[in-house]
T-cell receptor, first 108, second 115 residues
Framework: KNEVEQSPQNLTAQEGEFITINCSYS?????LHWLQQHPGGGIVSLFM???GKKKHGRLIATINIQEKHSSLHITASHPRDSAVYIC??????????FGKGTKLTVNP | NAGVTQTPKFQVLKTGQSMTLQCAQD?????MSWYRQDPGMGLRLIHY???????DQGEVPNGYNVSRSTTEDFPLRLLSAAPSQTSVYFC??????????????FGPGTRLLVL
């Protein structure tokens, strides 16, 4: 069974700081997902990646297949980036296994 | 498009009562799933469906039933509510490839409290 671990569990930053959230998984996968859960509870998909790097605005996701590790970076963080960030990877046929999430708070 | 909709937003039940959580999507997605989210735990899969008429169990199916009579709707039934089913429930949908290979779209969630 694939195990997904995220670190840190909680992260507090000052506006403008560079943020890194880490995700490791135990079993080889074909795709890894990063999601964002807003303070109001809604969940949106940020990235799906199987190799290399993807960028969307100030968010960058990278994955190292050999090391079974992915990172989510936020450049020039802003208070509106405050949310829970969730990593998910393949957990068997057509299913995802989710990490417990990293709660990010960005202070002005 | 409304995307994925869920009703109700919030519900209080007494132990032993039954209810149905509604989920609908208007994106013509084949794959739909129900998750529960509990404090300190990741999202856990309850049941999923790869198309109308086809459902299967996820990680935590006990106490829940589902059916998929149309592509659009995927209701989740609690047969006899228990306090352990107090949670936030999310419905999600994705295209035919499923949530591993395709982007998953989530509903706004239903917060359920069982007394």
């Amino acid at each position: 069974k694939n195990e997904v671990e995220q670190s840190p569990q909680n992260l507090t930053a000052q506006e403008g700081e560079f943020i890194t959230i880490n995700c490791s998984y135990s079993v080889g996968i074909s795709a890894l997902h990063w999601l964002q859960q807003h303070p109001g509870g809604g969940i949106v998909s940020l990235f799906m990646l199987s190799s290399g790097k993807k960028k969307h605005g100030r968010l960058i996701a990278t994955i190292n297949i050999q090391e079974k590790h992915s990172s989510l970076h936020i450049t020039a963080s802003h208070p509106r980036d405050s949310a829970v960030y969730i990593c998910a990877s393949e957990g068997g046929s057509e299913k995802l296994v989710f990490g417990k999430g990293t709660k990010l708070t960005v202070n002005p | 498009n409304a995307g994925v909709t869920q009703t109700p937003k919030f519900q209080v039940l007494k132990t032993g009562q039954s209810m149905t959580l509604q989920c609908a999507q208007d994106m013509n997605h084949e794959y739909m799933s129900w998750y529960r989210q509990d404090p300190g735990m990741g999202l856990r899969l309850i049941h999923y469906s790869v198309g109308a008429g086809i459902t299967d169990q996820g990680e935590v199916p006990n106490g829940y039933n589902v059916s998929r009579s149309t592509t659009e709707d995927f209701p989740l039934r609690l047969l006899s509510a228990a306090p352990s089913q107090t949670s936030v429930y999310f419905c999600a949908s994705s295209r035919q490839g499923g949530p591993v290979q395709e982007t998953q779209y989530f509903g706004p969630g239903t917060r359920l409290l069982v007394l």
